[in-house]
């Protein structure tokens, strides 16, 4: 099961994990001490294949923002003392006033096998030009096995900001694509 604090994003997590739909609620505290208190950044699993970095670029070159029309790379680090077979990667752009997620990918619902993380490996899920809605996302980011042990997840630990357009929040209809690189 995943364990963790009231609205840490578990069913955020476990619908990204097993595309089960369950419903996800907003809740003002949870959403305010995620915006305003930097040292709350929930994260759990095994630790047998670890996110040592993750980094969110636009294509305008702008970090942890996007503009609408813009395309997006989440690039995440992985690290293992030991080999680890067949990790996958995951990630979920939340929305901070919904607390719902907009957009969310798996490396291997995309198509693309990790095959075993020994040291590092780094992924990159390269999301095309979308029509961003402005407001504050955060981004989740995960490691799973195929049998459904949580490696590593930290809950909405990356922030995102689109600037100055005022839309309602909806789903992003893109498919991102994945790459994977030994280090």
Known sequence: ????LPNSGKTTLFNALTRAGAE??????????????????????????EISGVAIESEGGLRDTVRPGEGLTITVDLRADAPVPDAAV?????????????LEGKTSELGVRLG????????????????????????TVGLDSADG??????????????????HAVHALAVRPTVEVEDL
Do not use: C, M
């Open 24 to 49: 996800v609620t907003a809740y003002a505290s949870v959403i305010d001490r995620l915006t305003n208190d930097p040292t709350f950044v929930p994260e759990q699993g095994s630790r047998e294949v």
């Open 116 to 139: 075993p993380v020994d040291r590092k490996k780094r992924v990159r899920f390269r999301i095309p030009a979308a029509p961003w809605v402005s407001g504050t996302y955060f981004v």
């Open 1 to 4: 099961g995943i364990v963790g």
């Open 90 to 102: 995951s990630f979920a752009i939340v929305s901070g006033s919904t607390n719902h997620p907009v």
């Open 149 to 166: 042990r949580v490696f590593h997840v930290q809950t909405q630990h990356y922030p995102l900001t689109v600037p100055d357009v005022d």
